[in-house]
């Protein structure tokens, strides 16, 4: 069984950063395909971002293009979301997920594991 940790969140003002982080256990995150999602008040789950398995290729939603970096450390089994330049908003709970099978996706359907969210606020 696969379990995902997040921490990291915070309260923040806006065009601070921060840097959340996703460590796996049960499965090495090397083998993993990974991606963050989050969910704000009233709002649907979105897509955020993902790395494939390796690390060597990450997609990001176009509302976080150019402020958001996804990474990963295998060596930790940990997956990083550094986000620059936040906005109010971007205030969300923020979910790691990781898919077993598959390559890149955007639903959240397709994703077999979560974590259990870590909040981000962003005052203006």
């Known amino acids: 069984q696969v379990q995902l940790v997040e921490s990291g969140g915070g309260l923040v003002q806006a065009g601070d950063s921060l840097r959340l982080s996703c460590t796996t256990s049960?499965?090495?995150?090397?083998?993993?395909?990974m991606a963050w999602f989050r969910e704000a008040p009233g709002k649907e789950r979105e897509f955020v971002s993902y790395?494939?398995?390796?690390?060597?290729?990450?997609y990001y939603a176009d509302s976080v293009k150019g402020r958001f970096t996804i990474s990963k450390d295998n060596t930790k089994d940990t997956v990083y979301l550094q986000m620059d330049s936040l906005r109010p908003e971007d205030t969300a709970v923020y979910y790691c997920?990781?898919?077993?099978?598959?390559?890149?996706?955007?639903?959240?359907?397709?994703?077999?594991?979560w974590g259990q969210g870590t909040q981000v606020a962003v005052w203006s």
């Open positions: 790395i494939n398995w390796s690390g060597s290729a990450a």
């Open positions: 997920a990781a898919r077993p099978r598959g390559g890149y996706a955007t639903s959240d359907t397709e994703y077999e594991y």
């Open positions: 049960g499965r090495a995150a090397s083998t993993l395909p």
